[in-house]
Nanobody
Framework: QVQLVESGGGSVQAGGSLRLSCAASGRTFSSYTMGWFRQAPGKEREFVASIRWSGDSTSYADSVKGRFTISRDNARNTVSLQMNSLKPEDTAVYYC????????????WGQGTQVTVSS
């Protein structure tokens, strides 16, 4: 497993931008698919974006396509989520997660970082 620590959350007005970062510990970070999930109050946790271990394949939820960009730096053991054109409905706690190359699910999670978008 890897240990994950998110940073970069905060409050922003609608239309603004934020960049979330996730620092991972462990020598095998480059073998993990990394993802971002979010959970709004009273709602279930939902998938936001993921990036393959090699960085050559990404996936996004329809609700964030064209506004959010996931990237990773395997040399620095970090994964980032650039969020542009933020909307109030993007307000949630955002979690970084890791899925081992042989696993079917995301097994390592960060503690989460709050993102609040005001109208």
């Amino acid at each position: 497993q890897v240990q994950l620590v998110e940073s970069g959350g905060g409050s922003v007005q609608a239309g603004g931008s934020l960049r979330l970062s996730c620092a991972a510990s462990g020598r095998t970070f480059s073998s993990y698919t990394m993802g971002w999930f979010r959970q709004a109050p009273g709602k279930e946790r939902e998938f936001v974006a993921s990036i393959r271990w090699s960085g050559d394949s990404t996936s996004y939820a329809d609700s964030v396509k064209g506004r959010f960009t996931i990237s990773r730096d395997n040399a620095r053991n970090t994964v980032s989520l650039q969020m542009n054109s933020l909307k109030p409905e993007d307000t949630a706690v955002y979690y970084c997660a890791a899925r081992a190359i042989t696993a079917a699910y995301f097994g390592s999670w960060g503690q989460g970082t709050q993102v609040t978008v005001s109208s």
